[in-house]
């Protein structure tokens, strides 16, 4: 199945959106990175799926690079064997370059998370028979520092527009997966799968994020996730 429509739908209406101060740069690796992303998801997103992974947005260092959510290079390059180019959003920040999969720098969160799938399941295809990993939302803000600014913390009269267009597409892809379960990396993740499905009979949960900000994910993320989606119905 091809989600190649459904990804414009994201790529059109947010390219409308506008995000001011202390927002100065705005990535859509859907767009710049829209072959890996199309690859992704056309090899590993399939119907029935015990649960939907899903995420706040990308990270610089992953997603953003690579075009896979929580995309740590490593992982997307030897493990998922995504190979495709990576092209340049129109305005790059000077300290967050897009390198593509050159890029010699890995996200901690997506270096956690795939490493965790990785060694839970040997195989992609074992993992993706239960599980699938998105993004709430597409985009990645960052300040004039280089410094993340998180969809949460943009003003209202931004974040419910973007909300609102994130809201539809969740709906269409769980419409689409029928997954038993999304479950969200993070608290941010599950309030908003909360808020989207509030009408679906798709069941809500949470994992904790793989963050290095966080010390409970920098003491055994792996291992506090494998009780949690346990404790969850998702014992592995």
Same mark, same amino acid.
């Given at each position: 199945?091809?989600f190649?429509?459904?990804?414009?739908? /994201?790529?059109?209406e /947010?390219?409308?959106?506008?995000f001011g101060?202390?927002?100065t740069h705005?990535?859509?690796?859907?767009?710049?990175a829209?072959?890996a992303?199309?690859r992704?998801m056309?090899?590993?997103?399939?119907?029935?799926?015990?649960?939907v /992974?899903l995420? !706040?947005n990308p990270g610089?260092?992953g997603?953003a690079?690579?075009g896979?959510?929580f995309g740590?290079v #490593? +992982?997307v390059?030897d493990?998922?064997?995504?190979?495709?180019?990576?092209?340049?959003?129109k305005?790059e +920040?000077?300290?967050r370059?897009?390198l593509?999969?050159?890029?010699p720098?890995? #996200?901690?969160?997506?270096?956690? $998370?795939?490493?965790?799938?990785?060694?839970?399941?040997?195989?992609?295809?074992?993992?993706?028979?239960?599980?699938?990993?998105?993004?709430?939302?597409? $985009?990645?803000? !960052?300040?004039?520092?280089?410094?993340?600014?998180?969809?949460d913390k943009?003003?209202?009269?931004?974040?419910?527009?973007?909300?609102?267009?994130?809201?539809?597409v969740l709906?269409?892809?769980?419409d689409?997966?029928?997954?038993r !379960?999304?479950i969200?990396?993070?608290?941010?993740?599950e309030?908003?799968a909360?808020?989207? $499905?509030a009408?679906s009979?798709?069941?809500?949960g949470r994992?904790l994020?793989?963050?290095?900000?966080?010390? /409970?994910?920098?003491?055994?993320w792996?291992?506090?996730v494998t009780k949690q989606?346990?404790?969850?119905?998702m014992?592995?």
């Open positions: 199945m091809s190649r429509p459904l990804t414009n739908v /994201l790529v059109r /947010l390219r409308s959106h506008r101060e202390p927002v705005v990535y859509n690796p859907l767009d710049y829209g072959k992303f199309d992704y056309d090899t590993y997103a399939r119907r029935g799926v015990d649960a /992974l995420g !706040m610089p260092w997603m690079q690579t896979v959510p740590a #490593e +992982h390059r493990w998922l064997k995504i190979d495709a180019p990576i092209g340049k959003p305005l +920040h000077p300290k370059p897009i593509g999969l050159k890029c720098r890995n #996200e901690v969160s997506g270096m956690r $998370l795939w490493g965790w799938a990785r060694e839970t399941y040997s195989t992609p295809k074992r993992f993706f028979k239960r599980f699938f990993v998105y993004n709430y939302c597409p $985009l990645l803000f !960052m300040e004039d520092s280089g410094r993340n600014r998180t969809p943009l003003p209202a009269r931004e974040r419910e527009p973007l909300f609102d267009v994130c809201d539809r709906r269409t892809l769980v689409r997966l029928e997954p !379960m999304v969200g990396v993070g608290t941010f993740a309030a908003r909360a808020h989207a $499905l009408e009979d798709t069941s809500i994992i994020h793989p963050s290095p900000a966080s010390p /409970l994910a920098n003491r055994d792996a291992g506090t989606l346990a404790a969850l119905g014992a592995l």
